[in-house]
C-alpha cells in the first residue's frame, strides 16, 4: 500500500514537471514568434489550443463531440484564417 | 459554531458571505469571485502586452532566451501570468466554470483592444473580425468544455 501511494505521488511528480517543462517551451517560443507579428496578429492564433485539445480528445480519449463543439471549432478556424490573411 | 466550522465555512462560500454583511468588509469585496475573474482576465491581456514591449525594447541578441531575463517588462510579464494564474484559481473555487469560461472569450476582445490602444497597432477590419469570430467560438466551445471539465 505505502508502495503503491509512493510510486502513484511520484507519477504525479514526473506529470507535473512534464507540464512544467512543456509550458516553458511554449514560452519561450511565444516570445520569439512575439518578435516579429505584432500581438492583435499574433493572439487570435492561441485559440488553436482549444481545436487541438478537442482533436486530441476526440481521437485519443475517444470523447464525443458536440453540436456547440464543432460550430466553436469551425469558428476559431474560420476566425484565424481571416486574422492570417490581414 | 466551532472556530474551525467557521473558517470552513468563510474559505467556502465567500458569495454568500459578501451577500450576507452588504459588502462591507473591504476584505471580502477584493476577495468577491467576479472581482477576481476581472482580475484575472485584466491580468491575462496585460502579461501579454507586458511580453510584447519587452520583447520589442530589450537590446537584439542571437542569445535573446537569456537575454529575455535582464528585461523588467519581460518580468513584469511573467508575474502578472502568475497573478492572473492565481486568481483564476481562487474564482473557480465558487465560480460556476462555465461563467468562467464563457468570460474567457472575452481575453481575446481585450488583448486586441489593449493592442490597439497602448502599442498603437493598427488593426484591419479584417482583422477584427477574425479576432470576433475566435471569441465566438470560445464562447461556443465554453459548454461542451465545462461539461467535460466537470467529469473529470
Not at chain 2, 494564474?85 to 460556476?96: D, E, G, I, N, R
Request: hydrophobic share 55%.
Amino acid at each position: 500500500m505505502a508502495e503503491h501511494s509512493r510510486s502513484s505521488a511520484f507519477r504525479r511528480k514526473l506529470d507535473l514537471g512534464r507540464g512544467i517543462l512543456a509550458m516553458t517551451v511554449s514560452f519561450f517560443t511565444w516570445l520569439a514568434l512575439l518578435r516579429q507579428f505584432e500581438l492583435s496578429y499574433l493572439y487570435p492564433f492561441e485559440g488553436l489550443d482549444r481545436v487541438l485539445l478537442a482533436f486530441a480528445a476526440w481521437l485519443i480519449l475517444k470523447e464525443k463531440m458536440s453540436r456547440d463543439l464543432w460550430i466553436g471549432l469551425i469558428l476559431i478556424c474560420l476566425g484565424t484564417v481571416f486574422v492570417a490573411g490581414s | 459554531m466551532s472556530n474551525a466550522a467557521r473558517k470552513q465555512n468563510k474559505s467556502n462560500n465567500i458569495l454568500t458571505e459578501t451577500v450576507k454583511n452588504g459588502g462591507a468588509s473591504r476584505k471580502s469585496r477584493f476577495f468577491h469571485p467576479y472581482l477576481q475573474l476581472l482580475i484575472s482576465i485584466m491580468l491575462t491581456a496585460a502579461s501579454q502586452i507586458f511580453l510584447k514591449i519587452g520583447v520589442d525594447t530589450q537590446f537584439v541578441s542571437p542569445w535573446y532566451t537569456v537575454s529575455n531575463f535582464f528585461s523588467f517588462w519581460i518580468w513584469l510579464g511573467i508575474f502578472s501570468i502568475i497573478g492572473s494564474l492565481f486568481s483564476w484559481l481562487y474564482a473557480l473555487k465558487s465560480v460556476p466554470l462555465i461563467v468562467a469560461y464563457n468570460l474567457a472569450a472575452v481575453n481575446h476582445i481585450v488583448v486586441a483592444l489593449g493592442s490597439w490602444f497602448f502599442l498603437g497597432e493598427a488593426i484591419s477590419y479584417r482583422r477584427w473580425i477574425g479576432i470576433l469570430l475566435v471569441a465566438l467560438g470560445v464562447f461556443f466551445i465554453a459548454r461542451p468544455a465545462a461539461r467535460a471539465e466537470e467529469k473529470l
